[in-house]
């Protein structure tokens, strides 16, 4: 089988692996821009939390996650764990053994994309570094290796081949 291919349209690939959701499914079009709290703190410099928190709300208020929830994950690390923690994780919701967490832990085992929010500062964007050192550099490299420790963690908690991480880092 490893060297077999299935050809497919990019229209069969789609209704295949990302099939239309029914029309009962599909959450509303928003009429106002669900992020404009997220934007509002952004431009005022507000702590990653402060930000994680709306960024949270508009997600789910608006549904824009079908079968899965956003949570900040706030309160504390995992039991038995190092002290860092992820900013938030999306969780299934159809999932009767490992319910979306109400109370701020973590829950690695059961994330499904980890997410890390950010005041929105250039030090804060991981990948911005511009060729050139600049006294940033070395906070880049810091929020580099905070997401690749949130990986590893992710890693050593769940049978995975790939992770999806989402960092919202909003431009001050």
């Not at 996650?65 to 764990?81: E, F, I, N, W, Y």
Request: aromatic residues 8%; charged residues 25%.
């Amino acid at each position: 089988m490893a060297e077999e291919a299935v050809r497919l349209s990019v229209k069969q690939f789609i209704e295949k692996f990302w099939p239309t959701p029914p029309a009962g499914d599909v959450p509303p079009i928003p009429s106002q821009n669900p992020f404009a709290d997220v934007a509002s703190l952004v431009a005022k410099k507000a702590k990653g939390k402060d930000v994680g928190d709306a960024f949270t709300k508009a997600v789910n208020q608006c549904k824009l996650t079908p079968g899965m929830q956003l949570r900040v994950c706030a309160s504390r690390a995992d039991k038995g764990t190092s002290s860092l923690k992820v900013g938030g994780a999306f969780y299934r919701t159809d999932n009767p053994h490992a319910p979306v967490p109400e109370n701020g832990t973590p829950r690695t085992a059961d994330q499904i994309v980890v997410v890390d929010f950010k005041r929105g500062t250039t030090s804060s964007d991981a990948f911005s570094d511009y060729g050139e050192p600049c006294p940033e550099a070395a906070d880049r490299a810091d929020a580099r290796g905070q997401l690749a420790t949130y990986a590893g963690k992710a890693f050593s908690f769940q049978h995975r081949l790939a992770l999806f991480l989402l960092v919202v880092n909003g431009t001050a």
